[in-house]
């Protein structure tokens, strides 16, 4: 497996619902990031977490990092059809930050 | 908008052609990456920039050749490409320095499509 890796790979939910995507990584990080990708377009940054934090909110995400399980996952409360996109985490191990292969959510109105 | 902007947008070049990615940051910023990405892999990182030196390159084939004149702009130059360079490229920026990779800000990329 890679360094980052999402889970699952593909989520389908209704608007309203909350969506959870998952990230597990093999080495020691400095931080954690969540980035956002619309179809075909760039990368647009969340989120970061430090390795030295356990939650973090920013208005409807919600980000949680375990050092020891060495994982992450990402909240997305009373998600809209807006929310759409590939989701990716990026782990930075102190020498280079390398990005997981993402989860496609798709939020049906 | 992010800051970034790449050009062109989209690309069509035969495989004898010659191109050049374009992409240009207004941050302030002092790191400067390209990413490839293709269908159902990770991003795939290429060429790092910090302060105008390059300071990454992931075994990228010679066929790419990255150009960084200043901190604001960062090129990619195209040549004998094969398709399955076909790709979405992108480009991001960072504050750069030791401690500079952390929140980086992406072009909306090129959609490279070789024949």
């Known amino acids: 497996s890679q360094q980052g890796e999402e889970d699952p790979q593909a989520l389908s939910i209704q608007e309203g619902e909350n969506a959870t995507m998952n990230c597990s990584y093999k080495?020691?990080?400095?931080?954690l990031q969540w980035y956002r990708q619309n179809s075909g377009r760039g990368l647009v940054h969340l989120i970061l977490?430090?390795?030295?934090?356990r939650e973090k909110h920013s208005g409807r995400l919600r980000v949680t990092l375990d050092t020891s399980k060495k994982s992450s996952s990402l909240l997305i409360t009373a998600s809209r059809a807006a929310d759409t996109a590939s989701y990716f985490c990026?782990?930075?191990?102190?020498?280079?930050?390398?990005f997981g292969p993402g989860t496609s959510l798709s939020v049906i109105p | 908008e992010t800051g970034v902007t790449q050009t062109p947008r989209h690309l069509v070049m035969g495989m004898t052609n010659k191109k050049s990615l374009k992409c240009e940051q207004h941050?302030?910023?002092?790191?400067m990456y390209w990413y490839k990405q293709s269908a159902k892999k990770p991003l795939e990182l290429m060429f790092v920039?910090?302060?105008?030196?390059?300071?990454e390159n992931n075994s990228v084939p010679s066929r790419f050749s990255p150009e960084c004149p200043n901190s604001s702009h960062l090129f990619l130059h195209l040549h004998t490409l094969q398709p399955e360079d076909s790709a979405l490229y992108l480009c991001?920026?960072?504050?750069?320095?030791?401690?500079?990779?952390?929140?980086?800000?992406f072009g909306p990329g090129t959609r490279l499509l070789v024949l």
């Open positions: 941050l302030g910023h002092n790191a």
């Open positions: 080495t020691s990080i400095n931080n």
């Open positions: 977490i430090r390795s030295n934090e």
């Open positions: 991001a920026s960072s504050q750069g320095g030791t401690s500079g990779r952390e929140t980086q800000y």
């Open positions: 990026a782990t930075d191990a102190y020498d280079k930050v390398i």
């Open positions: 920039y910090n302060f105008k030196e390059q300071t």
